[in-house]
């Protein structure tokens, strides 16, 4: 452990009110990487600027006023204990959309098909969870809904199946006419995303999409 670490140790559980699963989230995301650099274990470490170093920045250089430092340092406590805030809300929010997800795929009609009420952060659980599962819908911020590929493997651009070739770069008219729905929106060039006005013609996409 990095004194991090240690501080984790103890106050991380009680920070994440009492949640286990939270608390380990943001234990193997940020406590655990930051413990790998500040210990010099930093073989597997993403390469680019880290958070420590981030943090680190708030010291004066040595080309600067260094008679400063204490107001320097409540600086970089107040941006790590914002980031923490951050990093908690979104391994919060993954625990709680793992669960949503996992109904969705728990209640699909088509394996193939997963249907979400409300957007959740979701390709990670389908990946795991459903070797089946080809596309996903969902509604957008926005009120229309879309339709979305799952991916071969995370982080990656191939797709376990696409969208129809004939639909890639149209928007509404176009698309509208391809497909035959009246309130299509778009698909993008990559057939890795669509989506149309209604829950019933994105539905319709995503059969027609699954029957190409």
Not at 139 to 165: C, D, M, Y
């Amino acid at each position: 452990y990095s004194s991090f670490g240690i501080i984790w140790k103890k106050y991380g559980l009680d920070i994440c009110n009492g949640d286990q699963a939270v608390a380990n989230a943001v234990d193997s995301g940020l406590v655990s990487t930051i413990d790998a650099v500040d210990c010099g274990y930093v073989k597997g470490v993403q390469e680019g600027i880290s958070l420590s170093q981030t943090i680190g920045m708030f010291n004066p250089t040595w080309q600067e006023d260094d008679s400063h430092v204490d107001d320097c340092f409540d600086e970089a406590v107040e941006y790590a204990a914002r980031l923490l805030e951050r990093f908690i809300a979104a391994a919060s929010g993954g625990v709680n959309a793992k669960a949503l997800v996992a109904e969705a795929i728990e209640d699909a009609e088509d394996p193939r098909i997963i249907v979400l009420e409300k957007y959740t952060p979701w390709k990670r659980t389908v990946f795991n969870l459903s070797e089946q599962a080809l596309f996903v819908v969902y509604p957008s911020h926005t009120g229309e809904w879309r339709i979305q590929t799952v991916p071969v493997e995370l982080g990656t651009f191939e797709n376990r199946k696409e969208l129809p070739a004939p639909w890639a770069g149209l928007s509404d008219e176009a698309l509208q006419e391809v497909t035959g729905l009246d309130d299509a929106m778009f698909c993008h060039n990559g057939l890795f995303i669509g989506g149309a006005k209604s829950f019933e013609s994105t539905m319709k996409m995503a059969v027609m999409a699954v029957e190409a």
